[in-house]
């Protein structure tokens, strides 16, 4: 082998380790991340178990409200990332929501969470798209979509409004979840239990709450789930450096040894012709 092979294998070894430098920070970035925020998770979900508790109190049962009635067109909402790098996670959720659409017969188009998916469904029913809206989720960002949600209900544009979004089963596995947001489910309440003001006075504030909660709970499941998979492929992508690396350098010290012993055989050689040359003088 030449030397020019041996330099360009030695190049490789050393881009292949400064790209797993950086992979291996990613990996540490997120988990750093995910930690923090799974946290803050961890106490939503309990507020977001109590509002649950209180809807299905409330006596919000035949009333004639646009966001429990849920007649109209149906509007799908994808919430995706605003970063990639997360192996197949965004292009997972991508393609269920384009699944689901399919299976729509009134469909009226996509609200869309995070630059990748606003990116992916541009060219499609893209009806409106939020890009970096936030790092951490916060009430006041899923208050403004709601907002906007709620006005397309109330204005008679969709009545039902499903939401795809990446479901964390466990460290290792994040999927693709589907949930209706609108119509809200209600019951016939809780007869022992009296509420102050009235209920028709508190079921619009009420539903714009526990609307901007559930929106709050796709956004907090959804990016807890993107660091897990952006710390799960960075991961991988260390660990098929490192197995790269040793399999170069197993390569390049093969090479090297048969290029020394190719020298050593043509000195050996040359020294017996010239023995040869000597003798024969």
Avoid: W
């Amino acid at each position: 082998m030449s030397r020019g092979r041996l330099r360009a294998i030695k190049k490789k070894v050393e881009a292949t380790k400064s790209l797993m430098k950086i992979t291996r920070a990613m990996e540490m970035v997120a988990r750093a991340k995910v930690r923090k925020l799974e946290r803050e998770y961890r106490k939503f979900k309990d507020y977001l178990a109590e509002l649950e508790r209180i809807r299905q109190k409330l006596p919000l049962k035949g009333m004639e409200n646009p966001l429990i009635s849920g007649t109209g067109k149906k509007l799908l909402m994808v919430v995706s990332s605003d970063m990639g790098l997360c192996g197949a996670f965004n292009s997972e959720i991508h393609r269920a929501a384009e699944e689901r659409a399919n299976n729509i017969t009134d469909f009226a188009g996509y609200i869309v969470l995070g630059t990748r998916g606003v990116s992916h469904f541009r060219k499609m029913n893209l009806l409106k798209g939020y890009e970096k809206l936030y790092d951490v989720p916060n009430m006041k960002v899923a208050s403004e979509i709601a907002d906007y949600l709620i006005s397309m209900v109330k204005s008679g544009e969709v009545g039902k409004i499903e939401v795809v979004y990446g479901k964390f089963l466990n460290a290792l596995i994040q999927r693709p979840e589907l949930d209706t947001l609108v119509p809200v489910e209600v019951s016939s309440g809780d007869e022992s239990v009296e509420f102050e003001p009235d209920v028709d006075k508190m079921v619009n504030p009420f539903l714009f709450f526990y609307i901007s909660s559930k929106i709050l709970g796709y956004m907090f499941e959804t990016k807890v789930s993107e660091y897990y998979a952006r710390q799960n492929a960075m991961k991988n992508a260390t660990d098929n450096a490192n197995e790269m690396i040793r399999t170069l350098t197993l390569e390049y010290n093969k090479a090297r040894q048969a290029s020394i012993t190719q020298e050593i055989i043509e000195i050996v050689n040359g020294a017996e012709a010239l023995k040869e040359i000597e003798e024969a003088g």
